[in-house]
């Protein structure tokens, strides 16, 4: 089912949850939801099963109107974040409870949450209660019980937010099989930016109840639309330095030592000689040139630390500090002066006023 | 090691000490039950009978129409109990869970009634329901104990421990608000809903001002009312109500220990996480 917001929005007394959310959710995709704690994502989650009432704006499932729907007719699966399960039924009973209360006869009610017991591997636990299950077992209870019901629509808030590393690792590649499986259209909502970038078709950042981009997620981390988007996605973080640029539209001037760097392009849009901007690298996407005629960034090396494969390089230019993975092979010391290169078309420029960013 | 020992003897003599002086009078009723007349009275008191009369109970069974008041009290009982469980199993829903307006101040009102005491309240009820032409009628024993602010008031937190995730649950599986009350919240507040249960059945079962007060006939009376029976113009015969009285108490007792271990049970909330 094609899932569509047009200028969802949620008040509470006097905050606003969700501001003018935009979104077109096609049909079969598994959707992430992402941003920090307090920003909107369980709101929009709690409006799209109707059991909160956008204050404005209108939510369509297919071309169907849904504002005023109920959540039971709404052809919905939803997992909770403390999975709500039904403490005093069991695993069998739990799975049967919407067909019981959509007055499935007993026989079929009870076949088809065998069926689903099966897809999410827990039939052999099916007269146990809640309590007596693990973490990851609960949550594959609360899967079968959402989707027992062929809903159209799945929704995830947090699934997997109390299991441990591994486990959760398991749990989302096992969410994705099952989606898969199904082909059902689901939206899943995580704070962990690594989940959200492994499982989804599609990506939806939110900040301050405020859609920030919504795009496949290796597209969002490549090109982010702000500031704000490319902070919040990589880890160790993308570098920011205070720039200036020049009336070639092309020229960049560095802080502190006023050299310069060149942008392999030129920037979208006008951009006025005294505007504060930021220019923005992932650590990943420096490398160390030897050759003195090419161009770079001279800085000075702090420290450099192993990481695995990698060495994360760390380092200075003024007042500002760097990060940069570089290959473990280079020797370079502290005190040592390189010259930090990017890798083309890697470079983020952003108006600081604004946040936009002037090159994609 | 030897220190907590000592401590841990102390509590337990604490412990034990506590318990037999809750427990005195019950052995003094039922040894005073098993005495002869004479010697209920007799200085210095004797905690053991001399010679075990089992007769006076059959004798206390048969000096006022028992049956016939355990009847009465059996009545009162079930029906004020279900009507109590009803009455609080809405009400706690309604103030845990239904936003209308007014609601935090009802309750605040609600509770403070709990500061009135009820003897205040006899002769008010008394005139109410005579003035419905009640008094002397089961509804007269059972109608003012249909509702208890303090059931309401714990089940309440009950409720409000459940997370609400739980009727979001529910709503999405296409089950009403009612049948949620019914068919989740009842079967998870099972221990409150005991407890709330042994001590209205217990309190009611003791009664004795009210049932006193608004009935006058013989066949309305309950139990407690029934040990009038034993004070005559002739003195009191303390020996068959002693022996009535351990009767009485003994369903009881039975209920309690039958029923107690679902007050321990605790609140088995898992499938709940966060
Ligand atoms: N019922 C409510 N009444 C008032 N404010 C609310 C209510 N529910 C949420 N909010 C506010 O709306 C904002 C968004 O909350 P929401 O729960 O959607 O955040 P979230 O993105 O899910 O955060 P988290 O990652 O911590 O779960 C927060 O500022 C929150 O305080
Ligand atoms: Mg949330």
Redesign the interface.
Known sequence: MKIQLRDITMRFDNVTAVDRLNVTIEEGTLVSLLGPSGCGKSTTL?ML???YQPTEGELYFGDRLVNKV???NRE???V?????????LTVLKNIM??LK??KVPKKEAEERAREMAALVQIDHLLDR?????S?GQ?QRVAIA?ALV?KPKLLLLDEPLS?LDARLRLEMREEIRRIQQEVGITTIFVTHDQEEAMSISDKVLLMKDGKGQQFSPPQDMYDYPENQFVAQFLGNPPINLLSVKLRNDLQTIVLPDTEDTYQLDSLVKSYVDSNSKLELGVRPEDFYIEFDLAKAGITVEVMMVERIGRDNLLYARLGQTNLRAIVSPDVMVNRGDMVKLAIRPGRTHLFDRSNGKNLLH | MQKEALSKGFIYLLLILGSLLMLLPFIWMISTSLKAANEVMIMPPKWIPTDIQWGNYIKAWFSAPFAMYSVNSVIVLVASTIGELITTILAAYAFSRINFYGRDIIFSILLGTMMVPGEVLLIPNFVTLSNLGWIDHYQALIVPWLASVFSIFLLRQFFLSI?K??S??A?????SDF?FLWS?MV??AKPALITIAILKAIGSWNAFMWPLIVTSSENMRTLPVGLIAFSTDTGTKYELLMAASSMIILPMIILYIVLQKYIMEGV???????
């Open positions: 709690f099963a109707g059991l109920e959540p039971e919905i699966g939803m909770f974040q403390n999975y709500a399960l039904y403490p005093h409870f919407p209360m959509a209660k809640p309590s007596q299950l973490g609960q019980r019901k109390n | 997370p995730e739980l979001f649950a709503k999405i599986d296409g089950c049948r989740v079967p998870l088995a909330r898992a499938g709940i996480k966060g």
